[in-house]
């Protein structure tokens, strides 16, 4: 695989614009089996990061099922998953150590160490506001549609949700506008920040090098959007179970994904 070639030179000064490459359609798959080999070289530090994703998943829906909000469970489940780049940064640093030889430590993948830390931060702040935006919308679909009445347990929200005209009218338009946010921070994301770990740029460039990255490989990127919902959707749907082992595949394949679609400096 040539765009996965060595890159020695891990972080670079010079804060040039990165040079995006245009891919093979089917290179997600190669970003698959690359991130898989990288959880298969350390299964421990891997799967030990999904599973602390894997327990703030369920804290989450313990915490929301308890305050009688279950039925808020997939707006935010949707939001915290926006934050899924930012959150797999650790997972990227251990991909970049196998591709430079260099050893996997779990202290080197909890604390990461880079000169790009406040740019992280930035990116990070763009992902949150992001998130807030999607809930904030979330929460005025359902004033439009209910009007101001309390959110009932997700057993009753469910078959009113599927089963009554202004529960699909409602679902169809929050599809339609969370499938809007989602693909926009994915263009935000996709490769800004494993590219922070890689280059000396800042956020702004990151940000930017990622919409160009989609934009010149639009059904590639596409492809990968779509496996990447589809495998979160599958671990969501195992009662986040599933996500121990998908968040670590999908946190190594992005670094891959970064390294295909970004040239050498």
Known sequence: MGVLADNSAVVHADGAAPV?????????????EAGWADLRAVPAISLAYGFVFLSVSLSLAGFLFLSGLSALL?????????LGPLLAVGLYEASRRLENGAPVRLA??????????????LVGAMLAGAMIVWLQIAGWLFALFFGPVGIP????????????????????IGTAAGGIIAFAVFAMSAISVPLLLARDVDAVTAVLASVRAVRENFW?????????????????????????????LLGHATWHAQRALVADA
């Not at 979160?232 to 121990?244: H, V």
């Open 108 to 121: 080197d993948v909890l604390f990461v160490s880079s000169r790009n830390l406040t740019q992280l931060a």
């Open 20 to 32: 995006i490459r245009r891919i093979r359609a089917d290179e997600p798959w190669r970003w698959l």
């Open 153 to 172: 347990p997700l057993s009753e929200f469910a078959p009113l949700l599927l089963l009554s005209p202004r529960g699909l009218a409602l679902l169809v």
């Open 220 to 248: 590639t990127m596409l492809l990968w959007a779509w496996i990447v919902a589809l495998l979160t959707a599958f671990g969501i749907a195992t009662w986040f179970l599933g996500l121990a082992v998908i968040f670590p």
């Open 74 to 82: 997939p707006v935010f489940a949707a939001g915290f998953l926006l």
